[in-house]
């Protein structure tokens, strides 16, 4: 896997991908940007977030529940020291569909935390204490 990234002016750069993406990330004013894109933890809270919400789409539909939407809300703390790295990252999965159940989600959670979700377990190895829960709403 490959990316590169380029500084445009100021504080912002784009990434581009090996798949052929792009994305700008810029700094808030008080640091020279124009938020004009996420800042880059912020793009590492969103991939850990697709990663995981990733594995538990895909395995609630092999395990043929039929869910018709998945969320994934993310909490993280940061150092207060620089580098101001994460230290810890809840993530709350909110799971809809019909007849959803509990015990399903509960191993889709469980798998993807412990088995399958590499930008967890990257962080987690790195030293940031990452919590899992969820809940499921009956889709009308």
């Not at 581009?16 to 938020?35: K, L, R, V």
């Not at 998945?70 to 007849?99: S, Y």
């Not at 190895?125 to 009308?140: K, L, M, P, S």
């Amino acid at each position: 896997m490959q990316t590169s990234v380029h500084w445009l002016e100021n504080v912002a750069f784009q990434a581009n991908s090996e798949s052929g993406h792009q994305i700008i990330m810029d700094g808030s004013a008080e640091y020279g940007g124009e938020n004009r894109g996420p800042r880059p933890m912020e793009l590492i809270l969103m991939g850990l977030g697709g990663c995981a919400s990733f594995d538990i789409v895909t395995i609630l539909k092999k395990s043929r529940q039929n869910v018709t939407d998945v969320v994934c809300q993310l909490k993280a703390e940061r150092a207060d020291t620089i580098p101001a790295v994460f230290t810890k990252i809840h993530l709350h999965f909110v799971v809809t569909g019909h007849d959803v159940k509990d015990k399903q989600v509960a191993k889709a959670v469980e798998l993807s935390a412990e088995k399958y979700c590499s930008a967890s377990k990257m962080l987690s190895d790195g030293g940031v204490e990452i919590t899992h829960d969820y809940e499921i709403i009956a889709a009308e």
